[in-house]
């Protein structure tokens, strides 16, 4: 192996990972909601954040929607 390379001629490429690269974001959500997805991910073997993540990801490849029935005020 060479001990000195000359790197410019070397051309940049765009990231071909760039697009699956994972976002972070900051999310408040029910400590037994995050309990639950631990206890999932725990016995799956996988990080929480990444069953969440798979989780929203079959969401939307189903096209799931949310179906919220607030209470009636009386």
């Not at 976002?23 to 069953?51: C, H, I, N, W």
């Amino acid at each position: 192996m060479k001990t000195e390379y000359d790197l410019s001629k070397l051309k940049s490429r765009k990231n071909p990972y760039a697009s699956k690269l994972k976002k972070p974001v900051t999310m408040r959500l029910s400590e037994d909601v995050v309990d639950y997805f631990k206890g999932m991910a725990a016995e799956a073997g996988v990080p929480y954040q990444s069953l969440i993540n798979l989780y929203l990801r079959d969401c939307l490849a189903k096209n799931r929607k949310v179906q919220i029935d607030w209470p009636q005020a009386v």
